[in-house]
Antibody, heavy 122, light 107 residues
Framework: QVTLKESGPVLVKPTETLTLTCTVSGFPLNNARMGVSWIRQPPGKALEWLAHIFSNDAKYYSSSLKSRLTISKDNSKSQVVLTMTNMDPVDTATYYC??????????????WGQGTLVTVSS | DIQMTQSPSTLSASVGDRVTITCRASQSISSSLAWYQQKPGKAPKLLIYKASSLESGVPSRFSGSGSGTDFTLTISSLQPDDFATYYCQQYNAYSRTFGQGTKVEIK
C-alpha cells in the first residue's frame, strides 16, 4: 500500500525558512521509475508545482521559485525534504507531496499525501 | 516557462451531459500532458497521462485527446461524483506547470 504523509510547521513567520518532510511507504525512493514531487495550493486557488526528485538524485525546480527551494531525499528513512527560504504571507498554502511515476513519454502524480496547511504570519 | 491555459474556468452542467474542458499550452508539449480531478478539501487524483492514457481504475467515461498545444478532457456522461475541479499539467519542460483549473458545477 502506497502512502505519503507531509509533516512540518503549521505556522511560520515572514522571512523564516520552511522545512517540510514527506515520509513515504509502499515504494522505495531508489526505484528508477519513481520520484516524489511537491505541489502547493493557496486557499481557493490553483495547484502550483514546486519541485521533484528522482531515484538518481536528479532534481527539478519551479523556475519562479528555484532560488528559494531545495529538495533532497534520504532513502534509508524513506523521506523527501523540501526547504523554502524567505517565507512570505503569499506562500500560505496547503503543501502536498506526491509520488511521481516516470518512464519515457509518461509522467504522472499517482499517489498524493493528504496535504499540510502552512500559514505565514507574524 | 510553458503556460497552460484552461477553458472555461467554470462550467455548469447536468447529470448525463457530455462535458469538454480545453487546455492550451503556450508552446508545443507533444503529448506530455496529464489531467487531475480535485474535490474540495481533498488531494488531486490522476485521471489521464500522456494526453490520452487512462489511469488504472478511472471510469471509461473520462477520455483525453490532443497533442502539440491543444488538449481536451471529455466526460461522456457526467455523473454526480464528477462535480469537481479539473487541472491539466504539462511535463514536457524542465519546470512543470498546471493550468488554472476548471470547476464543473451542478446546473
Amino acid at each position: 500500500q502506497v502512502t505519503l504523509k507531509e509533516s512540518g510547521p503549521v505556522l511560520v513567520k515572514p522571512t523564516e525558512t520552511l522545512t517540510l518532510t514527506c515520509t513515504v511507504s509502499g515504494f522505495p525512493l531508489n526505484n528508477a521509475r519513481m520520484g516524489v514531487s511537491w505541489i502547493r495550493q493557496p486557499p481557493g486557488k490553483a495547484l502550483e508545482w514546486l519541485a521533484h526528485i528522482f531515484s538518481n538524485d536528479a532534481k527539478y525546480y519551479s523556475s519562479s521559485l528555484k532560488s528559494r527551494l531545495t529538495i533532497s531525499k534520504d532513502n534509508s528513512k524513506s523521506q523527501v525534504v523540501l526547504t523554502m527560504t524567505n517565507m512570505d504571507p503569499v506562500d500560505t498554502a496547503t503543501y502536498y507531496c506526491a509520488r511521481t511515476i516516470r518512464w519515457p513519454g509518461v509522467e504522472g502524480l499517482d499517489y498524493w499525501g493528504q496535504g499540510t496547511l502552512v500559514t505565514v504570519s507574524s | 516557462d510553458i503556460q497552460m491555459t484552461q477553458s472555461p474556468s467554470t462550467l455548469s452542467a447536468s447529470v448525463g451531459d457530455r462535458v469538454t474542458i480545453t487546455c492550451r499550452a503556450s508552446q508545443s508539449i507533444s503529448s506530455s500532458l496529464a489531467w487531475y480531478q480535485q474535490k474540495p478539501g481533498k488531494a488531486p487524483k490522476l485521471l489521464i497521462y500522456k494526453a490520452s492514457s487512462l489511469e488504472s481504475g478511472v471510469p471509461s467515461r473520462f477520455s483525453g485527446s490532443g497533442s502539440g498545444t491543444d488538449f481536451t478532457l471529455t466526460i461522456s456522461s457526467l455523473q454526480p461524483d464528477d462535480f469537481a475541479t479539473y487541472y491539466c499539467q504539462q511535463y514536457n519542460a524542465y519546470s512543470r506547470t498546471f493550468g488554472q483549473g476548471t470547476k464543473v458545477e451542478i446546473k
